[in-house]
């Protein structure tokens, strides 16, 4: 019984030491396996950048088509899709990158590409500062028409970093002439869309106002500050704008209020503030400046602080509170722009950029408190913006 159960232990404790020496071997085959094929893509695509950079472009070539012949049985792509339009644009492939260009949803669809070694960035910047002499390539290229118009299209957008009105209007030229191209995917779901010389700004500053009529003999001219939001769309200025100031009474007066006559006292404290709407078009609009008539609609109003407007017991004493219109003038002046430019990657980031404005308007009120306060009241506006978009 006794050497039946030492054979079962026995056996227990060989089994065991088995399997933890088949997982110990698993453990260690695993820790020293080496995928050949990726240590060829790694290298190889080393050796590829360096012959480019080198201006070597037989060796480029072959090695970039013995990179596609060592990975095309292997689950994975050798160069993502991008990277194939920046090489076959340096070696003058153009017949290949119009393939891509035709087939973007295949190619971009069906990709699948390992972490190694990066050649996004350096390939962009090598199509940048070789663009005049990838453009001429072009130019002597058999591609058709349609490829060299979709080829130079890219090439200027990569040149210029960003979209502009010549790559706009080449965009819109090409669709016209050919709306049902095979090219068109590449068009509409990789390349940027023409400009829609959109912005969007937000800004603060200075907010001047000045009084004329009877306002005058009671009102200074006085300072505050602003805040507003404005939307262009081409030639078209749109702004929503608040602003507000405080002025002292330059000489005393009397105003029947509820019935009693209060006597307001020169020094005294008026809040005045308004919002705007405002309408333009741009008479001029370009990369540095912006000049805009308009039309300014809203509200203002003149307050005494006298009383707490917290306080619900106390009354408001408005000596007005009106709709007012009038013209003004809007002018801005771009200070500087940024963006980030380290590879197309299938779009442009919108620019940011800051810049100054400047605006004067003409209030007409529509109807004060009292004949007293009866005038009009202009305004100047200095401010900053930071605002993102089509300057």
């Known amino acids: 019984m006794l050497k039946i159960k030492f054979l079962i232990i026995a056996a227990f404790i060989m089994s065991s030491l088995g399997s933890f020496s088949l997982y110990g071997q698993i453990g260690e085959e695993i820790r020293s396996y080496v995928?050949?094929?990726?240590i060829v893509l790694k290298n190889g695509r080393r050796l590829l950048l360096n012959s480019l950079r080198e201006h070597n472009y037989d060796k480029a070539g072959e090695v970039y088509l013995y990179l596609l012949k060592e990975m095309d049985d292997k689950p994975y792509d050798a160069f993502n899709y991008e990277e194939l339009l920046y090489i076959n644009m340096i070696l003058g492939n153009w017949s290949i990158f119009a393939d891509k260009a035709k087939n973007f949803k295949v190619f971009i669809q069906n990709s699948t590409?390992?972490?190694?070694?990066?050649?996004?960035?350096?390939?962009?910047?090598?199509?940048?500062?070789?663009?005049?002499?990838i453009l001429e390539n072009l130019n002597n290229s058999k591609i058709d028409d349609e490829?060299?118009?979709?080829?130079?299209?890219?090439?200027?957008?990569?040149?210029?970093?960003?979209?502009?009105e010549t790559y706009d209007e080449m965009y819109r030229a090409f669709m016209r002439q050919y709306s049902n191209s095979a090219y068109n995917d590449f068009l509409?779901?990789?390349?940027?869309?023409?400009?829609?010389?959109?912005?969007?700004?937000?800004?603060?500053?200075?907010?001047?106002?000045?009084?004329?009529?009877?306002?005058?003999r009671y009102f200074p001219s006085g300072v505050g500050g602003f805040m507003a939001m404005d939307l262009n769309y081409r030639k078209l200025y749109t702004s929503l704008f608040v602003g507000f100031a405080t002025l002292d009474l330059k000489k005393e007066f009397i105003e029947p209020l509820l019935g009693v006559d209060t006597e307001f006292n020169k020094g005294e404290n008026f809040s005045y503030g308004q919002v705007d709407i405002k309408g333009g078009?741009?008479?001029?609009?370009?990369?540095?400046?912006?000049?805009?008539?308009?039309?300014?609609l809203g509200g203002a109003w003149l307050q005494s602080t006298r009383f707490d407007l917290e306080d619900g017991n106390?009354?408001?004493?408005?000596?007005?509170?009106t709709f007012k219109y009038g013209p003004g003038l809007h002018a801005e002046v771009k200070l500087g722009e940024w963006n980030y430019h380290g590879g197309y990657m299938g779009r442009v980031p919108a620019k940011h950029y800051v810049s100054v404005k400047f605006e004067a308007i003409y209030n007409f009120l529509n109807k004060a408190e009292?004949?007293?306060?009866?005038?009009?009241?202009?305004?100047?506006?200095?401010?900053?913006?930071?605002?993102?978009?089509?300057?």
């Open 147 to 164: 490829g060299q118009k979709v080829a130079a299209l890219f090439l200027h957008l990569i040149k210029q970093q960003q979209t502009d």
């Open 370 to 391: 009292s004949t007293k306060f009866n005038g009009d009241i202009y305004n100047v506006n200095l401010g900053l913006v930071w605002g993102f978009g089509h300057f």
């Open 314 to 321: 106390d009354p408001d004493i408005y000596l007005f509170n």
């Open 188 to 216: 509409t779901l990789y390349l940027p869309r023409p400009s829609l010389y959109l912005a969007w700004s937000w800004s603060i500053g200075a907010h001047a106002m000045a009084t004329t009529g009877s306002l005058e």
């Open 281 to 296: 078009y741009f008479i001029l609009r370009n990369d540095r400046f912006h000049l805009a008539p308009f039309i300014n």
């Open 113 to 133: 590409y390992p972490e190694t070694y990066p050649l996004i960035d350096p390939l962009y910047k090598i199509v940048l500062n070789r663009n005049d002499q």
């Open 35 to 38: 995928d050949s094929s990726e």
